[in-house]
């Protein structure tokens, strides 16, 4: 028979180490007795398992129903049986309970059943303990240190709680070592999934909106409100802030001086360079904010199909689309809005209507001075990707950059867009031709 000093120490083991109420595990010790009696000898029987806590002894007793004459011996007793075993004041209808004889197969049976439901509390309490544990924490921030790698997921400590975070849902190039600490956003938390109760990312916009708030406390505090995100982890982000009080400037308070709060977060994110937007109630300002640096010719939003309409000056177009087509796609998820796009010069050919309502007029457009700064930085986005790629002529490789982009024809760059515009965010094996603009030209625009 189990032997009860073992049973109290095994009991005590198991609600230190795995944080379970001593409660459940007795629970389970009871629970596996009965079944285990249900299996050995009747399964019509009603069972009762005592337990000292004291001693760690076990009583199994069966439950039986005093009456007249005997129908079923496993379930009924006799009057006179019950009257000489249990005392003259039994009657019929009355409940007595008979001591089980623990034999070695029952008792074998018994230990086997006990286990098993063991296993299956334990495993129930842990799920309910992370739940309730982290059920306050939903929708936010949590921080632990690297317990684990698999070849799917890291497994991170987070006050003893294992939380797997899958390789889908980290930043892509970022990797992470054993003990290393690692900050994550919970998208949601629920009681019962056979995968993982809590869902981590290190990818969801909302994680780029929480760091905010840890490191701007003028977004913290409620001064300055966060309204969209949009993100391409691991390489760019665009965030559209707003300020509630007058005078406090909203983008000046997420970038912070000399770019301080924003460069901390985006060490966070492994380097993924975070756009701050102001944001407007007007949709058409809205739009043209999140395009910037790209200047506006003409704007038309279809309010109906919640869609807008952009003509952009031809020297803009491909840095208007971004590379594999993410400057686009940042600014989409932004606004919330699918976007069409056209140079001007396409714009004409397909007789779009030019309405001039954007950031640039005409005169602007043609001035040389705009066309010059174009040209300047282009040519320096050019001196950048012949340093890094090592080319032996420079001057030769800016010619060669140039003609490919003048060889590139706007029908073939519209079509890009149109296809991103059916593209799912799931279908991320379809690409954009690339544009030669580069993060370092996107970039040049938020250095001056």
């Not at 983008?251 to 977060?265: E, T």
């Not at 296809?419 to 996107?442: G, K, V």
Request: glycine residues 6%; aromatic residues 8%; hydrophobic residues 35%.
């Amino acid at each position: 028979m189990i032997d009860g000093a073992q049973l109290l120490d095994a009991i005590y083991e198991i609600v230190q180490d795995k944080k379970i109420d001593k409660e459940i595990i007795l629970e389970g010790i009871r629970e596996g007795f009965q079944k285990a009696y249900e299996k050995f000898f009747d399964p019509e029987a009603i069972v009762r398992v005592d337990i000292d806590q004291n001693t760690g002894q076990i009583k199994v007793f069966k439950e039986l129903t005093v009456v007249q004459k005997i129908e079923d011996e496993w379930l009924e007793i006799g009057l006179n049986t019950a009257k000489e075993q249990y005392g003259e004041e039994v009657s019929i209808g009355d409940n007595v309970y008979e001591p089980v004889e623990f034999t070695l197969d029952f008792s074998k049976l018994a230990v086997m059943q006990v286990g098993q439901i063991i296993k299956q509390k334990i495993r129930e309490g842990e799920k309910n303990k992370i739940y309730q544990e982290f059920l306050s924490k939903n929708h936010e921030i949590v921080g632990g240190f690297v317990k684990d790698i698999t070849e799917t997921s890291y497994l991170v400590d987070v006050d003893g709680s294992i939380i797997p975070i899958w390789n889908k849902k980290m930043i892509p190039g970022e990797n992470f070592d054993i003990d290393d600490r690692i900050c994550f956003y919970i998208e949601e938390v629920s009681r019962d999934n056979k995968h993982s109760q809590i869902q981590a990312s290190r990818i969801h916009p909302e994680f780029l909106t929480r760091l905010m708030e840890t490191e701007v406390p003028e977004i913290s505090e409620g001064i300055v409100e966060v309204k969209s995100v949009s993100r391409e982890p691991g390489h760019r982000a665009k965030i559209a802030v707003f300020s509630h009080e007058e005078g406090v400037d909203p983008i000046g308070s997420c970038v912070g001086a000399a770019g301080s709060r924003i460069k901390n977060i985006t060490k966070e994110l492994n380097g993924e360079k975070i756009d701050v937007v102001l944001w407007n109630e007007d949709p058409k300002t809205f739009v043209m904010n999140s395009l910037a640096p790209v200047k506006v010719i003409s704007i038309d939003i279809n309010e109906e199909n919640n869609e807008c309409f952009i003509v952009v000056p031809n020297e803009q177009l491909s840095l208007a689309i971004g590379k594999r087509g993410m400057a686009a796609r940042l600014v989409a998820n932004l606004v919330n809005m699918k976007i069409n796009i056209f140079s001007l010069e396409n714009a004409k050919e397909k007789e779009i209507e030019i309405k001039w309502n954007g950031n640039i007029d005409e005169n602007e457009l043609n001035n040389p001075d705009f066309l010059n700064k174009v040209n300047k930085r282009r040519e320096k986005t050019a001196n950048n990707f012949n340093k890094e790629n090592n080319f032996v002529k420079q001057e030769e490789k800016i010619e060669e950059i140039v003609f490919v982009e003048e060889d590139k024809s706007i029908d073939e760059i519209q079509a890009s867009i149109a296809a991103f515009e059916s593209l799912s965010e799931d279908e991320s094996q379809f690409e954009f031709e690339e544009s030669i603009d580069s993060d370092d030209d996107y970039d040049s625009y938020y250095q001056d």
